[in-house]
């Protein structure tokens, strides 16, 4: 029986054991996910802390049921450890960790790179290895093929089967989540492509669609989030012009999207956050100066949402000016740091940098989030207040809303605040709008 074969009937009898490498937003969801479908599954990660709270079934990503977590690491179908040496037991090993940009704005591709290593130390014939961290198109067959093939001594195709299949994380999704997500598998090789494609089947309720290889499928994912990048600086051009203007983008949008066909609404904001969306056209704009071609649209629209902070504290500043207010000694809420709604993550949140440029123009600022008691930024920890009400509010020269959280009470916030400048049109429900400017 060949190598194709064997992993197939393995797959079909649930005897394929599965690895996740990087217990973070996408992978210990993942791991989840393949130990409900009945297969044994080993989560790597190099931090302690992860692991051991994995393996004492305690929980901390919200996509994740505690209760499925607690139950499945209780009967010994999920378990977590720092030791790669466990990879020569799995039978298809997932590679979910950060790619981030380097102070350069540059792809840092390390971590990817050092767990490729550590794997192909252990790698063993017979093992899928699939990529699902974003990455840059060419990361697979240009970086992790070299370092897999070099450090086992097997050779991809023959031995061992990769691939690439993006993440489509959305933290806070009621909806979607990784299970019935739609799925896209690229991989070296028709065989490969097969069998990580019936692997992900056996896993997932939700359609897996298959590309020719792994660089389609990672500039796919690019193109997801440079679609939105574009849209979003599209909005965020003509949120500054309409202000200028006197006209309110927002109720320009909702005019807008009344169009059953041809459009789709996009919404202005502080600046981009997550991992994917501010980070995703980077990679490509690096990627394509290999090539000589310089991505003019897509560059435009990442200088654009990343002003967007900028913008966001001029805006403040012309507030209380109205208010005979200066920006240095103001007293300033944030009403949210959160990248978006109802979510525990600031990853890449522009309400920090908005924070941070505050306080750099002498501001003292203060924040309340429900999901995010304190957070770090730039070497500085920040703590909440710990709850708000009309006292706390109208204690403040203005409220800045940076995240649109629906557990706030803004009727109460748009009767206490002297003002309001709601970035994210979280108060559009509220009927005094007296004291509200929208961004």
């Known amino acids: 029986m060949g190598m194709k074969e064997e992993l197939l009937k393995k797959i079909a009898d649930k005897s394929i054991v599965v690895g996740v490498c990087g217990l973070g937003y996408v ?4 791991a989840v996910e393949k130990a409900k479908a009945g297969f044994k599954t080993i989560g790597f990660d190099v931090q302690d802390s992860k692991v051991n709270m994995v393996n004492s079934g305690q929980n901390y990503i919200g996509d994740v049921v505690n209760e499925d977590l607690a139950e499945l690491v209780k009967s010994g179908m999920l378990r977590a450890t720092t030791d790669f040496s466990f990879v020569k037991d799995v039978d298809f090993i997932a590679i979910c960790v950060p790619t981030p940009l380097d102070i350069h704005q540059q792809p840092d591709i390390s971590y990817v790179k050092s767990s490729a290593i550590a ?3 252990h790698l063993t014939r017979g093992t899928m290895v699939v990529l699902e961290s974003t990455t840059y198109p060419g990361t697979t067959e240009e ?26 994380v959305d933290p806070g999704n009621l909806i979607y989540k990784t299970k019935n997500t739609p799925k896209v598998v690229g991989a070296i090789g028709d065989d490969a492509r097969e069998v990580i494609a ?8 939700s359609e897996i669609y298959e590309v020719s290889s792994p660089a389609v499928a990672e500039m796919e994912k690019i193109l997801e989030n440079t679609y939105r990048n574009i849209n979003i600086g599209l909005v965020n051009e003509l949120a500054q012009l309409c202000h200028k203007m006197g006209i309110s983008i927002w109720e320009v949008i909702d005019a807008a999207k009344s169009k059953p066909y041809g459009f789709q609404a996009f919404y202005p904001g502080p600046g981009l956050g997550g991992h994917c969306i501010p980070l995703d056209p980077y990679y490509l704009s690096w990627k394509a100066r290999e090539f000589g071609f310089h991505t003019s649209m897509i560059e435009s629209s990442m200088m654009i949402n990343d002003k967007m902070p900028e ?49 750099k123009e002498g501001c003292n600022v203060e924040y309340y989030d429900p999901y995010i008691p304190t957070y770090r930024y730039k070497g500085n920890t920040y703590q909440g207040i710990e709850k708000i009400d009309a006292d ?16 706030i009470d803004y009727d109460m916030v748009a009767e206490s605040a002297v003002v309001v400048f709601d970035t994210k049109n979280a108060m559009k429900n509220v009927k005094n709008r007296e004291k509200i400017e929208l961004l």
């Open 198 to 205: 019936t692997m992900y089947r056996a896993v997932l309720q």
């Open 119 to 121: 794997i192909s130390k």
């Open 392 to 407: 706390v509010v109208s204690k403040y020269d203005i409220v800045v809303v940076t995240s649109a959280h629906t557990t």
């Open 27 to 30: 992978g210990l969801p993942l």
């Open 311 to 359: 913008y966001t504290v001029e805006r403040i500043g012309d507030i209380l000016n109205r208010f005979s207010k200066s920006l240095k000694g103001a007293k300033v809420l944030q009403l949210g740091v959160a990248y978006k709604q109802d979510i525990d993550d600031y990853r890449e949140s522009p309400a920090l940098v908005v924070g941070d440029l505050l306080r």
């Open 143 to 168: 970086l992790l093929k070299p370092i897999l093939e070099e450090g086992s001594g097997l050779k991809c195709g023959e031995d061992f089967y990769l691939g690439f299949s993006p993440e489509r």
